[in-house]
């Protein structure tokens, strides 16, 4: 697609400073538009209530449907609410999150039960069939939104079921005490937090900026982070996993690594592209005792350019490698060694700090 325009979000208070916990991120040459929302002063509190969707058996096409309760206002709590599903058969329309928040700051979902909903396919632009994300969560242009001791109904880890989050230009985004089959940023959130969760099959999707802190919880994706490739991969900040558990493709025999994403340097994404500039990972256990045979151990990096493989290769829009990693604890149940990546040329310049 032709993508997005340059957009940003963030706080001010009434004398026009601006909240340094929700930064301006980007620069812009020009400014063509520019809203201001007021903050609502007054917390409103929504309590309880049980839902059930009657799934749609529309065509499977992108058509989305918006049977929801949408959050357009700021400082707004949602506590013991309860959604469930019915009735999904072997095809419908997509879903644009039952919990829909938009354009606001300061809202807190908790102790709330979701579901995911049935993945469908459709023939996409190709000609050829792909499957459609599907959302019991949205989250679009919204700042401090935080998701507490939320749980969904179907198993985290059956991929008949979409991952239960999409988000986009976000900012200060949290899961806390969440069993949640994925967290995503599309479009880029600036500092993420996923902290005493379990997270199921599509695992921890995201591209921004600022600290991506990942701890205290278990990841049963391919990876504990993919750096979605559909923007680049980048995230320009600093990655931290702490105190984890990695149990790669729920225990599926796969050649695992901590951290994925592709980028050629082919592409303008229409935004210099980086890799976290700094990674910690601390104490983080990974459970590869189903691996495949002729396995190597784990890597830090899935192989993001197989291409790259010496000084040939030219980038011509140039993907900004990582700079530094420190490694303290990380063990593999199958004793294996972790790795730096089955691509060693294209990492060869990180500087990695060990210790026990």
């Not at 401090?144 to 179907?154: A, E, G, H, P």
């Not at 988000?167 to 985004?173: G, R, V």
């Not at 104490?283 to 396995?295: A, E, F, G, T, V």
């Amino acid at each position: 697609n032709n993508g997005s325009s340059q957009t940003d979000i963030f706080v001010t208070d009434k004398n026009g400073n601006v909240d340094m916990n929700s930064p301006i991120i980007w620069d812009f040459d020009q400014i063509t538009d520019i809203t201001a929302l007021p903050i609502d002063e007054t917390p409103l509190r929504i309590t309880g209530g049980r839902f059930t969707t009657i799934a749609n058996k529309a065509e499977s096409k992108y058509t989305y449907y918006a049977r929801n309760i949408a959050i357009r206002r700021s400082n707004v709590t949602v506590d013991g609410l309860e959604h469930r599903i019915t009735g999904e058969g072997e095809h419908g329309a997509p879903y644009g999150g039952f919990l829909n928040i938009g354009e606001c700051a300061y809202v807190t979902i908790r102790n709330t039960v979701l579901t995911g909903h049935k993945t469908y396919s459709t023939i996409g632009a190709a000609g050829k069939p792909v499957t459609m994300g599907t959302y019991d969560l949205s989250v679009n242009r919204a700042l401090n939104i935080s998701f507490v001791n939320c749980r969904q109904t179907n198993d985290i880890n059956d991929n008949t079921y979409w991952g239960i989050l999409g988000s986009n230009f976000c900012k200060n985004l949290l899961y806390d005490s969440c069993i949640l089959s994925r967290f995503d940023a599309h479009q880029g959130v600036a500092n993420a937090t996923i902290r005493n969760s379990s997270l199921g099959h599509m695992g921890i999707n995201a591209i921004g900026t600022g600290l991506l802190l990942v701890e205290n919880s278990t990841i049963r994706g391919r990876s504990v982070v993919n750096l979605r490739s559909d923007y680049g991969s980048t995230w320009q900040g600093e990655l931290v996993i702490r105190n984890c558990v990695f149990v790669p493709a729920n225990g599926k025999p796969v050649n695992a690594s901590i951290i994925s994403g592709s980028n050629s340097g082919q592409h303008n994404f229409g935004y210099t592209c980086y890799m976290p500039e700094k990674i910690t990972i601390e104490n983080l256990r990974i459970d590869d005792s189903n691996h495949p045979q002729k396995y190597q151990g784990p890597a830090i990096f899935g192989n993001f350019n197989p291409d790259m493989k010496d000084d040939t290769y030219k980038e011509t829009f140039p993907y900004v490698i990582t700079g530094e990693i420190d490694l303290k604890n990380v063990t593999t149940v199958s004793g294996q060694p972790l790795r730096t990546s089955d691509n060693e040329y294209m990492f060869r310049n990180v500087r990695l700090n060990t210790s026990r």
